[in-house]
C-alpha cells in the first residue's frame, strides 16, 4: 500500500475546481461530484502507484511525473518510493506542460 499526499498547490486546485464549478456554473452538485471523481482516481494510486500514464516532454525524456484523469482534469503526481505526491491538479484543455515546467 502505497502513502498519497497532496501539495498545498494540488488542494489549492481542487479548491478552485469546487468554486468554479459550483458558484461560477451554479452547479454544487457538479462540483462535488467532480471533486469526489478527481479524489477516487488518486486513491486508486494506493493499490497500483504506476496506474497513471507517465508524462514526457517533445523530445521523449521522461518529466518525473505520472498523471491520472477524471474526466477533463488530470492530477499529476511523483513517485518516491512507497510515496505519491499529487502536485498539481488542471483542467487537461489548459496548457498544462507551461503550468507544470514554466517557460521550459
Do not use: C
Request: proline share 3%.
Amino acid at each position: 500500500m502505497n502513502s498519497i499526499s497532496y501539495s498545498p498547490m494540488a488542494l489549492n486546485d481542487l479548491d478552485e475546481i469546487w468554486e468554479y464549478i459550483a458558484l461560477e456554473l451554479s452547479a454544487p452538485d457538479a462540483a462535488q461530484k467532480t471533486v469526489s471523481g478527481i479524489l477516487d482516481a488518486v486513491d486508486r494510486l494506493n493499490e497500483h502507484s504506476k496506474l497513471g500514464s507517465p508524462l514526457y516532454f517533445e523530445d521523449g525524456l521522461f518529466s518525473g511525473y505520472r498523471y491520472v484523469r477524471y474526466n477533463e482534469y488530470l492530477a499529476f503526481y511523483r513517485l518516491s518510493g512507497n510515496n505519491v505526491k499529487v502536485d498539481r491538479i488542471i483542467y487537461g484543455r489548459r496548457d498544462y506542460m507551461k503550468v507544470l515546467f514554466g517557460g521550459l
